[in-house]
Nanobody
Framework: QVPLVESGGGLVQPGGSLRLSCAAASGRRLDSYAIGWFRQAPLKDREGISCISRTDGRTWYADSVQGRFTISRDIAEGGAHLQLNSLKPEDTGVYFC?????????????????WGQGTQVTVSS
C-alpha cells in the first residue's frame, strides 16, 4: 500500500469548481497504480466516487458525480487529479485518494487502505 496525500480542497459556492490533487507521501510516481477517490459527507459512510485503472486509463464515476467530475493523471508530476465542476451542496465532504484497484463498480474498498487526512470540500453560498 502506498500512502497518498490529498490537497486542493476549499470553500466554494454552488456551481463552482475545484481541482483536487493526489500525490505519494514519499514522492514516488503513481503511474503504476490504479487511483481511487472516496468521499465522506457529514453523517454518511465513506463512498467511492471515481477511479482510474492502472493499465489502460479506464475511468469510473459514481452516478452522483458522473458528468461533473473528471479524474486524470498528472503525467509531468506523476500524481493524479480530480476536477470538480458544477459543485452542489451535497458534494460537501472530506475527499480521499488511495492507490487501489479500479473495478467495474468503482474503487476497491480494503481494510488495509492507509487512509490519509483527506482534503475538505465545502460547497455553500
Amino acid at each position: 500500500q502506498v500512502p497518498l496525500v490529498e490537497s486542493g480542497g476549499g470553500l466554494v459556492q454552488p456551481g463552482g469548481s475545484l481541482r483536487l490533487s493526489c500525490a505519494a507521501a514519499s514522492g514516488r510516481r503513481l503511474d503504476s497504480y490504479a487511483i481511487g477517490w472516496f468521499r465522506q459527507a457529514p453523517l454518511k459512510d465513506r463512498e467511492g466516487i471515481s477511479c482510474i485503472s492502472r493499465t489502460d486509463g479506464r475511468t469510473w464515476y459514481a452516478d452522483s458525480v458522473q458528468g461533473r467530475f473528471t479524474i486524470s493523471r498528472d503525467i509531468a508530476e506523476g500524481g493524479a487529479h480530480l476536477q470538480l465542476n458544477s459543485l452542489k451542496p451535497e458534494d460537501t465532504g472530506v475527499y480521499f485518494c488511495v492507490a487501489t484497484p479500479c473495478l467495474d463498480n468503482g474503487p476497491l474498498w480494503s481494510d488495509f487502505i492507509p487512509w490519509g487526512q483527506g482534503t475538505q470540500v465545502t460547497v455553500s453560498s
